[in-house]
């Protein structure tokens, strides 16, 4: 196995593979290799901006050095097993990330706008009680490179990676499957590339990490990147908030609103503010008195509201908030003046809501068992993988 500035070689392949690469992990690794540390934008720009994952189309590098490349390296995204685009425009991909497992991302349009979903880890550990994926148990962290690589598949799709290639995607959240912060350093990688100007150049406004509150990773964000941040709430209080969120037990809400304000008020643009997620389940904090609440905790924090009607799914007895609740919940946010938005049901033909990811993992944990996850649909693929319907 090789293992040059850190990064191991793929035990199955032998060969590094480059596409989760940071530039200056890259312009290592051509310093390694006795190269010119320029050879790393020249990289970049044929792979992220071009597509490119054969080294031989990389023209202005010399003939000598892409059979080098070829023989020690690989630009491999993870594998699509399935496609699907929604009536409304909402394509979502089910990603292969191995040991019979996937995971989603999903494209959503809007206007001029078109914001990707994108999953950081297979499963999660956390265990919302409202979270189909949470259900499912932790398996593993993505790879920078299969984070990375869904903005790449999806951007492909969308014939973007050209010269003069239409600009598709224009804004990443990560709100897929996963918890971000707990797969730190591959995430701030992926996070790079998204931002980077030899790469995609989504502005820092237009990358959005969203968390539940892992308050110690939070606290070392700040030295890391300065994209937009989003904060899973759900609830006014700790007592319900243990409820739903078990990591309030951890790092209780007053703790977590703290580190997510050092957060926003480090970074050198001011004016930004934090996004509160709060997704509303029927009679369980949808009521006026949680929505003062709420207005009064979030009094000194600088935050937009986004309200998510909750998403039902097969294994969970909450229900959807009713749309009068939620109306209500709304006016008392923006009376007490908030900005506060709903956010919409996208790509309901084929389950592609936002925090409603659902490729079947296995659990390590064998949490999935225990809910009796794996009865889903089998899709066709090289390896069996389960994905489970999350009919809403
Ligand atoms: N782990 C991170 C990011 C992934 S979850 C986090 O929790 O923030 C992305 C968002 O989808 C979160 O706000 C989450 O609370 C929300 N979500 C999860 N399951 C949902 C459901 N069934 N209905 C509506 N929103 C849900
Ligand atoms: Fe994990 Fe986020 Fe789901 Fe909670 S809501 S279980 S943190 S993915």
């Known amino acids: 196995m090789i293992n040059v500035v850190g990064v191991d070689s793929d035990p199955e392949t032998g060969l590094i593979n480059l596409l989760g690469l940071t530039q200056s992990k890259l312009e290592a690794l051509f310093e390694a290799l006795g190269e010119k540390r320029f050879r790393a934008t020249q990289v970049l720009k044929w792979v992220h901006q071009?597509?490119?994952?054969?080294?031989?189309?990389?023209?202005?590098?010399?003939k000598a050095l892409r059979e080098k490349l070829a023989d020690i390296a690989e630009i491999r995204a993870p594998k699509v097993l399935q496609q699907l685009d929604s009536n409304d425009g909402t394509r979502k991909f089910l990603i292969q990330v191995g040991g019979g497992n996937a995971v989603e991302t999903v494209f959503i349009p809007d206007g001029d706008r078109g914001t990707l979903c994108v999953s950081s880890q297979v499963g999660c550990s956390l265990d919302c009680s409202f979270c189909a994926t949470g259900k499912q148990g932790f398996n593993r962290d993505l790879s920078a490179a299969e984070i990375i690589g869904q903005v790449w598949i999806a951007a492909k799709s969308f014939d973007q990676l050209r010269e003069g290639g239409p600009r598709r995607v224009t804004n990443v959240v990560l709100m897929g499957m996963g918890e971000p912060l707990l797969n730190f350093d591959n995430v701030v990688d992926a996070m790079h590339l998204m931002m980077h100007d030899n790469c995609y150049g989504i502005s820092k406004r237009r990358v959005t990490l969203s968390t539940s509150g892992v308050v110690p990773q939070l606290d070392r964000l700040g030295e890391?990147?300065?994209?937009?941040?989003?904060?899973?709430?759900?609830?006014?209080?700790?007592?319900?908030?243990?409820?739903?969120?078990?990591?309030?037990?951890?790092?209780?809400?007053?703790?977590?609103?703290?580190?997510?304000?050092?957060?926003?008020?480090?970074?050198?643009?001011?004016?930004?503010?934090?996004?509160?997620?709060?997704?509303?389940?029927?009679?369980?904090?949808?009521?006026?008195?949680?929505?003062?609440?709420?207005?009064?905790?979030?009094?000194?924090?600088?935050?937009?509201?986004?309200?998510?009607?909750?998403?039902?799914?097969?294994?969970?007895?909450?229900?959807?908030?009713?749309?009068?609740?939620?109306?209500?919940?709304?006016?008392?946010?923006?009376?007490?003046?908030?900005?506060?938005?709903?956010?919409?049901?996208?790509?309901?033909?084929?389950?592609?809501?936002?925090?409603?990811?659902?490729?079947?993992v296995n659990d390590r944990t064998r949490r999935s068992q225990r809910y009796g996850l794996n009865a889903g649909a089998t899709v066709a693929a090289e390896e069996p993988v389960r994905i489970m319907s999350s009919a809403t």
């Open 224 to 360: 890391h990147t300065d994209a937009c941040l989003a904060i899973s709430l759900h609830a006014p209080n700790d007592e319900l908030r243990d409820q739903l969120v078990p990591i309030n037990k951890k790092y209780p809400i007053a703790t977590l609103l703290k580190s997510a304000k050092r957060y926003i008020e480090g970074l050198p643009d001011s004016h930004r503010k934090i996004t509160i997620e709060y997704t509303l389940i029927d009679q369980v904090n949808d009521r006026p008195e949680h929505a003062h609440e709420l207005a009064e905790l979030l009094r000194d924090v600088p935050v937009k509201i986004n309200l998510i009607p909750f998403n039902p799914f097969a294994l969970s007895d909450y229900k959807r908030v009713t749309e009068r609740a939620l109306r209500r919940f709304q006016t008392i946010l923006i009376q007490a003046g908030y900005t506060a938005t709903v956010r919409t049901t996208r790509g309901d033909d084929i389950d592609a809501a936002c925090g409603q990811l659902a490729g079947v």
């Open 50 to 62: 071009l597509g490119v994952s054969d080294f031989q189309q990389m023209t202005n590098i010399s």
